[in-house]
């Protein structure tokens, strides 16, 4: 911290005095935000590096070694969720990638009817909450009760081919539905939407047909786009948790994150071990952080010139049977298992649809006597509320400095913003449990709601301000300084300039973080207790301990809170004509 | 994927039975019209590209001009009518023929170059050659040639991203020109050049023009630009060719507004037509000056009936303006000569631009020679000569 003091002496000396008042004030801002978030994004993963050199019980007497990185290296368990965790993320991003590109493609450069709402389509399947939806899979593709194969059954002289989704497939398939597929297509469909047409018509014009124009020119332009959407999409599926968590178990397939949360919630706990993990986890990523960093510091060869054209090409005949091929892919992703999930609440036992009568509405008359879902219900919404809160407080406050500032060690703050996507959930939720179980001053705060507050701001950190900055970019400095040129302060320049320009993008913000923190679980899971927990921690409790028909319910109750948050975001972002990040 | 725009089965291009072959046509549209949704952008247009020629099509952006070249070289469809391409149909929704653009062999520059950022110089003009399963070494002895031909001989291995605006023209016009295609089309493709580039480009097209014999059919919303370089001009509006013709014709005898304003600044005269002979003399009585009557020898207005209202068009450049001082007093009676004054003086270096006030207040920008002394508020002669005039219904 002395170096950010001395930093802040510095930049106070070095302004004239004329400017003196705002700068200083910004400088002092700045010097606070910068502390706060350098302790809660570095220190958690600080304690997590030190005690992976603690060998011993937790609460019992220690000491220093390498017994945690030896176990986390060598045991067949490990070593095997470590091979896991990369093969089913290669797997994922192989199969994503292609399918993405050509989808993207197809939205972005081709005449296909109602291109925009495809795009939305592939939105809305991006942010709808994993878990709820997993339990529309298992009701589709359960390899014994599945509905899909009860009803390919009745057709006669069809071989169904045996598919399990408890499986290692299972899980790649899962992933690929949910988000794999639409992040690509999200990601890339503005890409591809801002190449010069040109580039696609002077290769036809040259005697080259739509197909290599495709595999030459187009794929080759948009490689680095492509890249960057890859190596989000490895550092995610790496990321990932709760699908292999449920889908994982019967099976006994785990993968670093999942094991990192059996090992904390095993008897008795195994920190040690489960931290060092975290660790060889951090390490598998870090290639891909570096990359991530290096591609985006480029600047893109996209465009040449800076003049474009966005001229559609004509599908033909292909036009209609294009679009009924994505509508079809769409509704599979996310009417589909929605609808399932709703429809199973209804059920009296979780995907036995033989019952003589299997309907029931007694698992919603529940809600109104079961204390633990109620007080859930209570938790997400406080969780949500809160993070939303705070989220458009700090967020703003950051986006400004790193916007509209020139202080030095700005830089810094920018990494610290960036670097929690980076990291796994699971992980940053391992080092506030060292955080709050370790350090006596945190330890009161165990337990609390506000514990899951400050994790799921941190979770959202990185998307949230750079959305708020994208649109504080967008003004451009004119604006502000107008304001101040003709007399206005300060203050009453963010009040009456910034703060009603940028309130759109904020708003949208503080919807988006409630409907994230509604659904998170990874971040959240090693942090849950009794008192705190949310419905999403209380879903994944019932779905880890195999009893999927109350979870359906509580399934439903997120979907619906994080559904009304984000098309209420939509919504106002579209009123106000907001960019995506 | 599909092709680009190939609806349907459609047979090989099938033969034009008329006689533009004959008559050297490289390209005929014969009724074409094109409709984006509901808006009609192009309606029944008619036009022949002839051998060897610079065709320019000429006219405000919306005009329709990118249109119809981006259906001659195929990117977009004709709605109705036909378009035939050395003797053959390329594109003809009656008779269900479409030739998709790669299968066309004419060569296209683009605005904005469209200069494939993945790819070195060479590979790019060797791109369409490759296209052709060109042999390797025929590849590298026409791509040399043809870099060589626009000057860029040295920087065949240079990365695309780092050309230049000129150097990317002409990279891309040694694209198009590298498979020796027939017909080569240029949309606006020296709009984003700086002034000095793009008159230096002009005359290196037009140059190696006349040495391939090229034909070549050129969009441009630059008159200037349409007028130096073409051997006809095409001035399209809103959907239609208001006049085709050589750049000569349409400046000096234009035969609508459009064309008119279009291709140079006018000044007018409202007047009233007191009569005229057979000789092309007319009498007029401007509107302005007390109803001064003056003679000209006109083209145009033939329409206009005596005693009606019209407008008297003069060409800026051809308006003389004399110092008042200077002249005789007997001159100022000339009933073509308007004394006013000078409001404001622009150098322009090699001349004059001036707002004169003449004594009536119409005000007119006018050219004054850098040989004399000219100040501001100094009184002049306007002086519109008799034979350069045209007549324009009210």
């Given at each position: 911290m002395a170096g950010i003091a001395e930093a802040s002496s510095r930049l106070q000396q070095t302004f004239r005095p004329i400017l003196a008042p705002r700068l200083r004030m910004s400088a002092v801002l700045f010097t606070i935000v910068l502390a706060v978030v350098g302790f809660f994004v570095l220190y958690p993963i600080w304690l997590l590096l030190i005690n992976s050199f603690q060998v011993g019980q937790f609460g019992l007497a220690t000491h220093w070694g390498l017994a945690n990185w030896h176990d986390a290296l060598t045991q067949p368990v490990m070593r095997r969720a470590i091979v896991n965790t990369v093969t089913l993320t290669a797997t994922r991003q192989s199969i994503a990638l292609v399918t993405g590109v050509l989808l993207a493609w197809v939205i972005a450069?081709?005449?296909?009817?109602g291109r925009y709402w495809l795009e939305f389509g592939f939105w809305v399947a991006l942010f709808l909450p994993t878990l709820p939806l997993l339990l529309g899979w298992i009701l589709l593709l359960d390899g014994q009760n599945g509905l899909l194969f009860q009803l390919l059954a009745k057709v006669p002289f069809l071989k169904i081919p045996p598919f399990e989704i408890f499986s290692w497939w299972g899980i790649v398939l899962v992933h690929l539905l949910g988000t794999g597929v639409p992040a690509k297509v999200f990601l890339l469909t503005p890409a591809f939407r801002n190449m010069d047409a040109a580039l696609e018509e002077a290769s036809l014009t040259s005697g080259v047909s739509v197909k290599a124009t495709l595999l030459k020119i187009v794929v080759p332009i948009m490689a680095p786009a492509i890249l960057v959407a890859t190596v989000l999409g490895t550092i995610r599926s790496l990321q990932a948790f709760e699908i292999e968590l449920i889908l994982g178990s019967p099976a006994k397939i785990n993968v670093v994150s999942t094991l990192i949360y059996r090992q904390v919630y095993?008897?008795?706990?195994q920190y040690g071990s489960s931290t060092a993990l975290a660790m060889v986890m951090v390490l598998i990523l870090v290639p891909f952080i570096v990359a991530q960093q290096w591609l985006t510091g480029r600047r893109s060869h996209?465009?040449?010139?800076g003049k474009y054209s966005a001229r559609l090409l004509h599908l033909g005949p292909w036009r209609w049977p294009v679009f009924a091929a994505i509508l079809t892919l769409l509704m599979t992703i996310t009417v589909v298992p929605a609808s399932l999930l709703v429809m199973s609440t209804f059920m009296k036992i979780f995907g036995i649809w033989n019952l003589p009568n299997p309907w029931t509405i007694n698992n919603w008359l529940r809600i109104l006597t079961d204390r633990r879902l109620i007080s859930a219900l209570w938790n997400s919404l406080f969780l949500g509320a809160g993070a939303s809160i705070v989220s458009m407080v700090v967020f703003s406050l950051i986006a400004y400095i790193s916007a509209r500032t020139k202080l030095r060690g700005k830089g810094i703050l920018d990494f610290l913003t960036w670097l929690p996507s980076t990291i796994p959930g699971i992980i940053i939720g391992l080092g506030f449990l060292w955080l709050f179980l370790g350090t006596s001053f945190f330890r009161p705060l165990y337990g609390t709601i506000w514990v899951l507050i400050i994790v799921a701001t941190l979770g959202s950190m990185t998307v949230g301000v750079q959305i708020i900055k994208t649109n504080m970019v967008q003004l451009g400095a004119e604006l502000e300084e107008a304001s101040w040129a003709i007399g206005g302060s300060w203050f009453y320049t963010f009040r009456r300039v910034i703060l009603p320009l940028v309130a759109p993008s904020v708003a949208v913000i503080g919807l988006q973080v409630f409907a994230t923190s509604v659904s998170a679980v990874s971040i959240v899971a090693l942090l849950g207790s009794p008192t705190n927990q949310p419905l999403s921690l209380l879903q994944l409790n019932y779905l880890s301990a195999g009893s999927f028909q109350p979870a359906t319910v509580v399934g439903v109750l997120i979907l619906l809170l994080t559904s009304v948050a984000a098309l209420g975001a939509r919504i106002i972002g579209l009123k106000f004509g907001l960019g995506r990040a | 994927m599909v092709d680009a725009v190939s609806y349907g089965k459609a047979p090989a291009a099938v033969r034009a039975t008329n006689a533009s072959v004959e008559r050297g046509a490289v390209v005929t549209l014969r009724g074409v019209t094109k409709s984006f949704g509901r808006v009609e952008v192009l309606h029944g247009l008619d036009l022949e590209v002839r051998r060897g020629e610079i065709l320019t099509l000429l006219g405000p952006s919306g005009c329709g001009k990118t249109t119809t070249l981006r259906l001659v070289i195929g990117l977009e469809r004709c709605s109705e009518g036909e378009i035939s391409y050395e003797g053959r149909i390329v594109d003809s929704r009656r008779r269900r023929v479409f030739v998709p653009p790669h299968k066309r062999n004419m060569g296209m520059v683009f605005q904005s170059y469209a200069i494939w950022p993945h790819m070195t110089v060479f590979e790019n003009v060797a791109y369409p050659m490759k296209a052709r399963h060109a042999k390797s070494s025929e590849i590298t002895t026409m791509v040399g040639r043809a870099l060589e031909l626009v000057g860029l001989g040295g920087l065949a291995s240079r990365p695309a991203p780092q050309l230049s605006g000129g150097q990317q023209q002409r990279v891309a016009l040694a694209r198009s020109l590298v498979y020796e295609p027939e017909l080569l089309l240029l949309d606006e493709p020296f709009s984003n050049l700086d002034a000095h580039l793009r008159e230096e480009m002009r005359a290196e097209v037009k140059v190696l023009q006349r040495r391939l014999g090229t034909t070549i059919l050129f969009v441009t919303h630059d008159q200037t630009e349409a007028m130096s370089l073409a051997d006809r001009v095409a001035v399209m509006d809103r959907g239609s060719i208001a006049q085709i013709g050589t750049p000569q014709e349409l400046y000096g005898t234009p035969t609508s507004p459009t064309v008119r304003d279009f291709m140079g600044k006018t000044v007018l005269f409202e007047c009233t037509l007191l009569g005229r002979d057979d000789a092309g003399l007319a009498l007029v009585a401007l509107a302005?000056?007390?109803g001064r009557q003056a003679r000209f020898r006109v083209s145009g207005g033939a329409g206009i009936g005596i005693g009606e209202r019209c407008y008297l068009a003069v060409r800026p450049e051809q308006v003389l303006v004399h110092p008042r001082n200077e002249m005789a007093p007997d001159q100022h009676a000339k009933p073509n000569l308007f004394a006013g004054q000078i409001d404001a003086l622009l150098f322009l270096g090699d001349r004059y631009q001036a707002q004169v006030r003449l004594t009536w207040g119409q005000e007119l920008l006018l050219y004054l020679p850098a040989a004399a002394t000219w100040q501001e508020g100094q009184g002049v002669s306007v002086e519109v000569p008799e034979d350069e005039v045209t007549l324009w219904p009210a």
């Open positions: 450069r081709t005449n296909v009817p095993q008897s008795p706990p996209a465009t040449v010139s | 302005a000056d007390a």
